[in-house]
């Protein structure tokens, strides 16, 4: 089980520095809105690759007035190994990782943690655009495939080149066929692990407890099928090339694709279900992919969870509880009281947030 036993975050948007010191166990975190609940969830998001569940800039998370950047130190154990991690930015910079006290690269934290995050902002992730859903699934895909990531950034910066010669109305054959078979062959890539996620996760929703309604899970793409053979999808860039000259950009590719979900016991498109069902179904997909990373390898993720009891009943609650418990996970969950969390008890660790003076403060309830 790999958790985060110690954390310190210094000037990291409300806290100014707060500690916390864990044992594994599911946590809780609890006060009044505004108090800086989610800046601690936010914190602990950053040790993965990406800008964390705000997607926020290294200028935005920085303590005000002060503005003399922010620092989030944490010790992450698993079952054999310790790491010391240290994410940091100053003026505003790109943060920077260290790890046991040397230089790495931001995409080594895929290899020491593997996190997922379910916040209010993803409830209408069913029913908004598409861009959303593809970088929930992206996250998801990155807890079992850690060089999604960097593939990703690969196929991002190779179509950049080819949008900036069809904005610019290049006409070289020779330019485009090396970016198009660049393309074609991370594009094949994100789009097999991306499948073997929705497997994973498709099979592990049956070994839930059933309080939690499961979701068949589809990759589509619409106006053309999901591509995965190189030679095809060079092909398909190739062919979209005049389209794409008129539209000064890619209009075909992994960029484009969807994830859908239907509700399996009614049948019904995740983006018709009720606003309750819709979250019970993001619930159940995260909770899935927790309990396949147990099953299919050493690594187990670290969940956050912001306002999780929103459009829960009781019922649902205590058995997102159990499920929790039973994953074995380190589990962060916020709400405005303990109450919330009854049915923990002695099963989490319970941390109140209040404020002085805008300053968050930390205190573990007796």
Same mark, same amino acid.
């Given at each position: =089980?790999?958790?985060?036993?110690?954390? !310190?975050?210094?000037?990291?948007?409300?806290?100014?520095?707060?500690?916390?010191? $864990?044992?594994?166990?599911?946590?809780?975190?609890?006060?009044?809105?505004? &108090?800086?609940? !989610?800046?601690? $969830?936010?914190?602990?998001?950053?040790?993965?690759?990406?800008?964390?569940?705000?997607?926020a800039t290294?200028?935005?998370?920085?303590?005000?007035?002060?503005a003399i950047?922010?620092?989030?130190?944490?010790?992450?154990?698993?079952?054999?190994?310790?790491?010391?991690?240290?994410?940091?930015?100053?003026?505003?910079?790109?943060?920077?990782?260290? $790890?046991?006290g040397?230089?790495?690269?931001?995409?080594?934290?895929?290899?020491?943690?593997?996190?997922?995050?379910?916040?209010?902002? =993803?409830?209408?992730?069913?029913?908004?655009?598409?861009?959303?859903?593809?970088?929930?699934?992206?996250?998801?895909?990155?807890?079992?495939?850690?060089?999604?990531?960097?593939?990703s950034?690969?196929?991002?910066?190779?179509?950049?080149?080819?949008?900036?010669?069809?904005?610019?109305?290049?006409?070289?054959?020779?330019?485009?066929?090396?970016?198009?078979?660049?393309?074609?062959?991370?594009?094949?890539?994100?789009?097999?692990?991306?499948?073997?996620?929705?497997?994973?996760?498709?099979?592990?929703?049956?070994?839930?407890?059933?309080?939690?309604?499961?979701?068949?899970?589809?990759?589509?793409?619409?106006?053309?099928?999901?591509? !995965?053979?190189?030679?095809?999808?060079?092909?398909?860039?190739?062919?979209?090339? !005049?389209?794409?000259?008129?539209?000064?950009?890619?209009?075909?590719?992994?960029?484009?694709?969807?994830?859908?979900?239907?509700?399996?016991?009614?049948? &019904?498109?995740?983006?018709?279900?009720?606003?309750?069902?819709?979250?019970?179904?993001?619930?159940?997909?995260?909770?899935?992919?927790?309990?396949?990373?147990?099953?299919?390898?050493?690594?187990?993720?670290?969940?956050?969870?912001?306002?999780?009891?929103?459009?829960?009943?009781?019922?649902?609650?205590?058995?997102?509880?159990?499920?929790?418990?039973? $994953?074995?996970?380190?589990?962060?969950? &916020?709400?405005?009281?303990?109450?919330?969390?009854?049915?923990?008890?002695?099963?989490?660790?319970?941390?109140?947030?209040?404020t002085?003076?805008?300053?968050?403060?930390?205190?573990?309830?007796?």
């Amino acid at each position: =089980m790999e958790y985060i036993s110690n954390l !310190t975050l210094s000037h990291f948007r409300s806290h100014k520095i707060s500690k916390l010191s $864990l044992d594994g166990r599911p946590v809780v975190v609890f006060g009044k809105n505004g &108090t800086g609940k !989610t800046n601690i $969830l936010e914190a602990i998001s950053l040790f993965s690759p990406g800008r964390g569940l705000r997607r926020a800039t290294a200028e935005d998370i920085t303590r005000n007035p002060e503005a003399i950047g922010w620092k989030i130190e944490g010790k992450v154990k698993n079952k054999i190994s310790e790491y010391e991690v240290v994410i940091s930015s100053e003026n505003g910079e790109s943060r920077r990782l260290f $790890l046991d006290g040397k230089k790495a690269s931001i995409m080594k934290l895929s290899q020491i943690l593997r996190i997922v995050w379910l916040v209010p902002s =993803m409830d209408r992730i069913w029913v908004d655009g598409s861009s959303g859903r593809r970088q929930f699934l992206d996250r998801l895909t990155l807890t079992y495939f850690p060089k999604h990531g960097e593939i990703s950034l690969l196929y991002e910066k190779a179509m950049r080149e080819r949008n900036r010669l069809l904005k610019e109305k290049v006409y070289d054959d020779h330019w485009y066929n090396a970016l198009e078979i660049e393309m074609a062959k991370s594009a094949v890539s994100i789009q097999k692990a991306r499948i073997e996620a929705i497997k994973h996760l498709s099979e592990a929703q049956n070994n839930l407890t059933g309080k939690f309604p499961k979701a068949l899970l589809l990759l589509i793409d619409p106006g053309q099928k999901i591509i !995965t053979n190189e030679e095809e999808a060079i092909q398909v860039l190739r062919s979209s090339r !005049t389209t794409d000259f008129m539209l000064g950009r890619t209009s075909v590719g992994p960029h484009k694709s969807d994830l859908q979900a239907i509700y399996e016991d009614k049948l &019904t498109l995740a983006k018709d279900c009720s606003t309750g069902e819709q979250k019970a179904i993001l619930i159940s997909i995260i909770l899935a992919n927790a309990k396949s990373l147990a099953k299919i390898s050493d690594v187990s993720p670290i969940v956050l969870l912001d306002e999780v009891s929103a459009h829960l009943d009781k019922n649902s609650q205590a058995a997102l509880y159990d499920e929790i418990c039973g $994953l074995g996970v380190q589990a962060w969950m &916020t709400g405005t009281g303990p109450e919330l969390f009854s049915e923990l008890k002695n099963k989490a660790q319970f941390i109140e947030v209040s404020t002085n003076d805008g300053i968050s403060e930390l205190s573990t309830p007796n």
